[in-house]
């Protein structure tokens, strides 16, 4: 490990030390009616590695991983889906612009509306809740996956095209030599943004229309006054969100050392 990187270590600890403080002293110093509801992180942690938890949810609980599963189940379904249809339609609306006028317009109207405004009416149109829960969190994640490929697309130089058409190269040879590999590391940051997006907009659907996974245990918790089965819960998104995210930044560093070795920038 080299010193730049004990640094960082050394930085990003004393940042979780110094937010666990600041929490610590707020629920237990500060005179306000709020935070003394809140449970501190020494009652947290406690709750959270108990054998035999107050509230029923601990790492040692066999529920707390059937929640885990089931929101992962569910995330990652989306963002597969949204992988699946958000980067094709990115590349088509960057590559045609008679598509590009036919989708943006839609896709523009569309993205801004709240992931909770789509439960009700995916609960109408869907056979099940289970299929209404992944469809709102699909939609986020395709949202920003089409965008960010677009963008990459967008953000190729035209000369790259014009230079290959020169010597002979056909519209497949272009999409395959050119514009995805040129899309690559835009798509890729699309993908990271889209998976965090499908945790949070995940989260949102399951409080609404889940009967298991996270978003329902907060909400379940809140319901039963289980402060630190909220926070746990809570945590558990962030970390999942965290790891899911950090294996497509390493996937797109191992597809993309091309890239590097092209620049220069050799790891």
């Known amino acids: 490990m080299t010193p730049l990187q004990t640094r960082k270590l050394w930085r990003m600890g004393a940042g979780y030390l110094i937010a666990f403080t600041l929490w610590y002293l707020s629920v237990k110093w500060l005179p306000l009616a709020a935070f003394a509801r809140l449970p501190d992180p020494v009652t947290v942690l406690k709750e959270w590695f108990a054998p035999e938890p107050a509230y029923g949810i601990s790492i040692f609980t066999g529920a707390y991983y059937k929640h885990i599963i089931a929101s992962?189940?569910?995330?990652?379904?989306?963002?597969?889906?949204?992988?699946?249809?958000?980067?094709?339609?990115?590349?088509l609306m960057g590559w045609s612009s008679t598509f590009h006028d036919y989708a943006a317009a839609l896709i523009g109207l569309?993205?801004?509306?709240?992931?909770?405004?789509?439960?009700?009416?995916?609960?109408?149109l869907l056979p099940a809740a289970e299929v209404a829960v992944v469809y709102v969190t699909f939609l986020v994640a395709f949202f920003a996956t089409t965008l960010n490929t677009l963008v990459g697309v967008k953000a190729i130089d035209p000369d790259y095209l014009r230079a290959a058409r020169c010597l002979g190269a056909n519209r497949r040879d272009l999409l395959r030599d050119i514009i995805v590999p040129g899309a690559l590391p835009q798509i890729f940051t699309g993908l990271q943004i889209a998976m965090?997006?499908?945790?949070?907009?995940?989260?949102?659907?399951?409080?609404?229309?889940?009967?298991?996974?996270?978003?329902?245990?907060?909400?379940?918790?809140?319901?039963?006054?289980?402060?630190?089965?909220?926070?746990?819960?809570?945590?558990?998104?962030g970390i999942l969100g965290f790891l899911s995210s950090a294996g497509i930044r390493l996937l797109g560093d191992r597809l993309m050392r091309w890239r590097s070795g092209a620049m220069g920038l050799h790891r």
């Open 72 to 91: 992962t189940l569910r995330a990652f379904a989306a963002f597969i889906l949204a992988v699946a249809l958000g980067v094709p339609a990115g590349i």
């Open 110 to 124: 569309l993205r801004p509306i709240p992931p909770l405004a789509w439960v009700p009416l995916a609960i109408l």
């Open 196 to 237: 965090g997006a499908a945790w949070f907009s995940l989260a949102a659907g399951e409080m609404i229309a889940a009967q298991y996974g996270l978003g329902f245990l907060i909400m379940d918790a809140y319901n039963l006054i289980q402060y630190p089965t909220i926070v746990i819960a809570m945590v558990t998104l």
